[in-house]
C-alpha cells in the first residue's frame, strides 16, 4: 500500500527554527508538495520537489532525498502565525496526489 | 469570483436525503477534485476531472457521484446520505493533471462542513 507518515504535533518557540519530516512510500514518485492549512481553512501551497536537494523560499526551505523517501520542511524564525498543520502529498505513478495526515504545529511565544 | 468557490458553507442533512456540493473555479484550469478530509486522516480523493467532459474516481468513490459539463463547474452529488460521509469536502483545481508530464500545484476553495445524522 502507499503510506506517507509525519508527527501527529509538534511544538515550537516563536522566533526559533523547526523541522517537520515526511516519509514515503508509494508506487511511484512524480513530486512532493507540501501545503499549510490553517485551522478552519483550505489548505494552501507552500513548495513543489521533485529533484533532490533543497528548496529554499524566504522563511521557509524544503527538502527531498528520493532514494530514503524522506522530505523536510523548515522553518525559521517562527511567528505565530505559522501555527497551522502542514500537510506533505507525494505525487505517485499514477499523478495522483496522496497525502499524509498532517502535523500541526504549535508555536509558543 | 476569484479562485474557486464552495457552497454551501456548511449543511446538516438527514440520513437518506441527496445533497449536491457545488463547486465554481474562475482560473479557466483543466483538472479538478473532490476531497474529504477527517480528523486523523490525510486528504482522500473522492473524484476528479482531468479536463471537461471526463472524470474519474479516487480512492474513497463509493456513494458520491460528480459531472464536469464545462470548464469552470464540477459538482458532487451524495445519492443518498449516509452518517460515515460526515466530513469536511475539499473542492481543488490544477492547471494540468500530469497530461504533458508537468505537475502543477492544486488551488483549494473554502470547503463545506458536511453533517449527516
Known amino acids: 500500500g502507499q503510506n506517507i507518515d509525519q508527527p501527529t504535533e509538534m511544538t515550537a518557540t516563536e522566533g526559533a527554527i523547526v523541522q517537520i519530516n515526511c516519509t514515503y512510500q508509494?508506487?511511484?514518485?512524480?513530486?512532493l508538495f507540501w501545503y499549510q492549512q490553517h485551522a478552519g481553512e483550505a489548505p494552501t501551497f507552500l513548495s513543489y520537489?521533485?529533484l533532490d536537494g533543497l528548496e529554499e523560499k524566504g522563511r521557509f526551505s524544503s527538502f527531498l532525498s528520493r532514494s530514503k523517501g524522506y522530505s523536510y520542511l523548515l522553518l525559521k524564525e517562527l511567528q505565530m502565525k505559522d501555527s497551522a498543520s502542514y500537510l506533505c502529498a507525494v505525487i505517485d505513478s499514477n499523478y495522483q496526489l496522496i497525502w499524509g495526515a498532517g502535523t500541526k504545529l504549535i508555536i509558543k511565544p | 469570483i476569484a479562485g474557486i468557490t464552495q457552497a454551501p458553507t456548511s449543511q446538516i442533512l438527514a440520513a437518506g436525503r441527496r445533497m449536491t456540493l457545488r463547486c465554481t473555479q474562475d482560473m479557466r484550469h483543466n483538472a479538478m477534485y473532490w476531497y474529504r478530509q477527517d480528523l486523523g486522516l490525510g486528504l482522500r480523493l473522492i473524484h476528479y476531472s482531468n479536463t471537461a467532459g471526463t472524470t474519474g474516481k479516487g480512492e474513497v468513490p463509493d456513494g458520491y457521484s460528480v459531472s464536469r459539463a464545462n470548464t469552470d463547474d464540477f459538482p458532487l452529488t451524495l445519492a443518498s446520505a449516509v452518517p460515515s460521509q460526515t466530513s469536511v469536502y475539499f473542492c481543488?483545481?490544477?492547471?494540468?493533471?500530469?497530461?504533458?508530464?508537468?505537475?502543477?500545484?492544486?488551488?483549494f476553495g473554502p470547503g463545506t462542513r458536511l453533517t449527516v445524522l
Open positions: 508509494t508506487s511511484g514518485f512524480n513530486g
Open positions: 481543488a483545481s490544477s492547471d494540468s493533471r500530469g497530461a504533458s508530464g508537468s505537475v502543477d500545484e492544486q488551488f
Open positions: 520537489n521533485v
